[in-house]
Nanobody, 123 residues
Framework: QVQLVESGGGLVQAGGSLRLSCAAS????????MGWFRQAPGKEREFVAA????????SYADSVKGRFTISRDNAKNTVALQMNSLKPEDTAVYYC????????????????WGQGTQVTVSS
């Protein structure tokens, strides 16, 4: 069982940056691959980024590649999403999620989710 709590969302102007953090409970955090997803009003929850359990590999959605960076600290049970060059279309609720098996890109591979944090990018 893993419990996840996100923080760091807020309002930012286009071109600005935000850093989201996700704190995980549980002693087996390092066993999980971690993902960030987002959901805008009226849209499906979509994949943003993922990082392997060891932190040795990352994956990104094409829409954020080159602007967002996912990282993790297994000693501190945390995962972060650094978001640079933000655009209005990045506005959404961002969710941290943990999974053990399946495709990193699929929300169905993640049984554990945080409550979400709002990111709003103004033009």
């Amino acid at each position: 069982q893993v419990q996840l709590v996100e923080s760091g969302g807020g309002l930012v102007q286009a071109g600005g940056s935000l850093r989201l953090s996700c704190a995980a409970s549980g002693r087996t955090f390092s066993n999980y691959f971690m993902g960030w997803f987002r959901q805008a009003p009226g849209k499906e929850r979509e994949f943003v980024a993922a990082i392997r359990s060891s932190g040795g590999g990352t994956s990104y959605a094409d829409s954020v590649k080159g602007r967002f960076t996912i990282s993790r600290d297994n000693a501190k049970n945390t995962v972060a999403l650094q978001m640079n060059s933000l655009k209005p279309e990045d506005t959404a609720v961002y969710y941290c999620a943990a999974g053990l098996t399946g495709s990193y890109y699929s929300k169905y591979a993640y049984p554990y989710w945080g409550q979400g944090t709002q990111v709003t990018v103004s033009s």
